[in-house]
């Protein structure tokens, strides 16, 4: 475990008075560390869940060769002649069972998709283009030896067209699923395909939460004049579950000394991170930065950033601490640009970041170089099909009903000036994260 001034000491530039957002992810990426103990869980609670082991393939899928359409199987070798091949139907191949006759030249087999392919017969024409004859095999009335033959069109195919090989999308004895995936639906679907009813996952990551500061309420509490009622901590709920934390919730600790020793030393004993809210800006006459101090290793930093810029971050006992700024706004903002990343990685996911979008701002934004700002902004698909955006108004950092609205965060990076309108712009779309 590397101390805070170690770290601080290994990156260039590190001004905790002004430090820039990517040095944050920086600091954090190397502050945590992947928790170690891993769990054996069925298929559906592995949702959400990070593979602590690659995932080898039992089997090859699909195990066999096998029809993408319904329609006849044939030699393909049979194409190299520029005419119609005209083919004697001799038997019918089923999903589920198998056609085990022998194919000869000139012959097909009625084949559904996803039937095995017959022995030596690597193409199907779909059965929309043929043309389908019945021949009388020349016996006497009344016989029902009538024979189909079908007429497949001269260039229309190419030899092992229409057929799904062999192990194409998974072969035996080769990573399925590699560790630190984080399971998604696709994954789940993905391990049934191999008849896979078990995983080995990192175990869960234990966040605790409380909220600080003597004007806060809990929900059921008496309003007051000048208190508000707690909303970080619902916030960072809905943030944690969704990530797939384990959560523990520590209620709103009044600003006395003993109460705050007394939580940070039970989240300390009990999580692998700490978030809390509230009582880390500057100027603040309040004892929770003294006990974060007291307590753990910890540096407080001003982030070039807005909305957001106090926040404390280090350890206490093993425990990982994030100090969020109390603001509304400013919590939901550090979190999903600091606190998610790092948490990631403690939950052992390999998973890069989800690319930025690329949108047109509708408005012109004013942005200082020297600082990242994130301003909530309404995507919207324009009619000739690009993206544009808005942003939501009143960019305040207590203005929860913008977080709302917004589907995702323009992100006007460090060194960026000024938006004009039709200017493209990153944004950091909501969907799937919070
Ligand atoms: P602080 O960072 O403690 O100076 O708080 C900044 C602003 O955020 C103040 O207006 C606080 O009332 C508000 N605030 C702090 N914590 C919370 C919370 N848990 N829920 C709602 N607002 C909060
Ligand atoms: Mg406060």
Redesign the pocket.
């Known amino acids: 475990m590397k101390s805070i001034d170690s770290i601080a000491q290994e990156l260039e530039g590190y001004d905790p008075q002004a430090l820039s957002a990517g040095t944050v992810n920086a600091f954090l990426s190397r502050l945590v560390e992947p928790v170690t103990n891993h769990e054996e869980v069925g298929i559906f609670q592995a949702l959400g869940r990070v593979l602590s082991h690659d995932v080898i393939s039992p089997i090859s899928v699909p195990a066999h060769d096998n029809s993408a359409m319904d329609g006849y199987a044939f030699d393909g070798a049979q194409l190299r002649t520029p005419t119609p091949l005209v083919l004697k139907v001799v038997g019918t191949a089923l999903a589920g069972k198998a056609w085990r006759g022998e194919v000869q030249p000139g012959e097909c087999v009625k084949i559904m998709t996803g039937a095995i392919m017959p022995t030596g017969l690597d193409t199907v024409v779909p059965q929309e283009f043929v043309t389908r004859n019945t021949e009388q095999a020349g016996k006497p009335a009344g016989a029902s030896t009538s024979t189909e033959v079908i007429v497949v069109p001269a260039g229309l195919l190419q030899a092992g067209d229409n057929r799904r090989k062999l192990g194409e999308d998974l072969l035996q004895g080769r990573p399925a699923l590699q560790k630190g995936e984080l399971l998604a639906p696709a994954a789940l679907g993905l391990l049934a395909s191999l008849g896979i009813e078990q995983v080995r996952v990192w175990r869960k990551l234990r966040v605790a939460y409380f909220?600080?500061?003597d004007?806060?309420l809990s929900l059921g509490d008496t309003p007051r004049e000048g208190a508000?009622?707690?909303?970080?901590?619902y916030t960072v709920f809905g943030l944690l579950t969704r990530m797939g934390c384990e959560v523990i919730d520590m209620g709103?600790v009044r600003d006395e000394p003993a109460l705050l020793e007394a939580a940070f030393i039970r989240a300390a004993g009990e999580a692998d991170a700490i978030i809390t809210?509230?009582?880390?800006?500057v100027g603040?006459a309040?004892y929770t930065k003294a006990m974060m101090k007291k307590l753990g290793d910890v540096a407080f930093w001003k982030i070039a950033m807005r909305p957001g810029r106090?926040m404390a971050v280090g350890r206490i006992g093993k425990s990982v601490l994030f100090g969020l700024?109390?603001?509304?706004v400013a919590v939901m903002v550090t979190f999903l640009a600091f606190v998610r990343p790092a948490l990631l990685q403690m939950m052992g996911s390999t998973a890069k970041p989800p690319p930025l979008l690329k949108a047109r701002s509708l408005e012109p934004l004013r942005k200082k170089p020297g600082r990242t700002e994130y301003q909530r902004g309404t995507v919207t698909t324009a009619p000739d099909g690009s993206l544009h955006v808005k942003t939501t108004g009143n960019q305040g950092s207590?203005v929860l009903s913008s977080m709302v609205q917004a589907n995702g965060l323009i992100v006007l990076h460090h060194t960026q000036g000024n938006v004009a309108v039709g200017d493209e712009v990153d944004v950091m779309m909501f969907d799937g994260v919070i």
């Open positions: 909220s600080t500061g004007e806060i508000v009622f707690d909303s970080n901590r709103v809210s509230g009582g880390v800006s603040e309040d106090p700024p109390g603001n509304p207590g």
